[in-house]
């Protein structure tokens, strides 16, 4: 089973909400990451975990927030959003990070948009 | 860093027909390579990949890839295509030891009957 499961699968929120993003495996991986693809553009990584904690930030700003609470989980918290974050959220999880070529896999992604 | 280039953005092509999606890279140590695969509305399907030996693969689908090492490319082939496989793909770079996969622009195969 190479199953990353996110939800919600869609999401609209204002410019003030606050709201989150989440995703989950249970393939007993222990990197997880966030990725962001615009409308037409390839995945951008934003946030990698490895092992619960944060091992890479591509200097997202604040108002994207990750959290690991667990092996298996990983959130995304979103705050005082802009419109132009308006963007497919992948969540993608593999083995112990690049110590052996591991496959990184994809959720379906969740789409969301900032009104 | 690595960097990945796919050559094409948009490949047109008839059913049936045979089709070949280019992909080259660079970096400056030893990589792994991937093609993923997404349909429209869709997350990223891992197609193939490539970490080391027969320098050819097989993903799902009927796909293929050949690394070329001296040529630092990992192009995307299948003999015969499906309306089915109209979709975006992305070929990626994995440095050894590494864990951020850097993808390529991306190219759209467009399967025409």
């Known amino acids: 089973d190479t199953e990353v499961t996110q939800t919600p699968k869609h999401l609209v929120m204002g410019m003030t909400n606050k709201k989150s993003l989440k995703c989950e495996q249970h393939?007993?991986?222990?990197?997880m990451y966030w990725y962001k693809q615009k409308a037409k553009k390839p995945p951008e990584l934003m946030f990698v975990?490895?092992?619960?904690?944060?091992?890479i930030n591509e200097s997202v700003p604040s108002r994207f927030s990750p959290e690991c609470p667990n092996s298996s989980l990983l959130n995304l918290h979103l705050h005082a959003l802009q419109p132009e974050d308006s963007a497919l959220y992948l969540c993608?999880?593999?083995?112990?990070?690049?110590?052996?070529?591991?496959?990184?896999?994809f959720g379906e992604g969740s789409w969301l948009t900032v009104v | 860093a690595q960097s990945v280039t796919q050559l094409d953005s948009q490949v047109p092509v008839f059913e049936e027909a045979p089709v070949e999606l280019r992909c080259n890279y660079s970096?400056?140590?030893?990589?792994?390579l991937f093609w993923y695969v997404q349909y429209p509305n869709q997350g990223l399907q891992l197609l193939l990949k490539?970490?080391?030996?027969?320098?050819l693969v097989k993903g799902i689908n009927g796909f293929e890839a050949e690394f070329n090492k001296s040529q630092t490319s990992f192009h995307l082939r299948k003999p015969s295509v499906h309306i089915s496989d109209t979709a975006e793909y992305f070929c990626?770079?994995?440095?050894?030891?590494?864990?951020?996969?850097?993808f390529g622009a991306g190219t759209i195969l467009r399967v025409k009957s």
């Open positions: 970096s400056s140590v030893s990589v792994y």
């Open positions: 490539y970490l080391s030996g027969s320098t």
């Open positions: 393939m007993g991986h222990r990197a």
């Open positions: 993608a999880s593999s083995q112990e990070k690049g110590l052996s070529g591991n496959t990184i896999y």
């Open positions: 990626a770079v994995l440095e050894r030891y590494g864990n951020k996969l850097v």
């Open positions: 975990y490895s092992y619960e904690k944060l091992s």
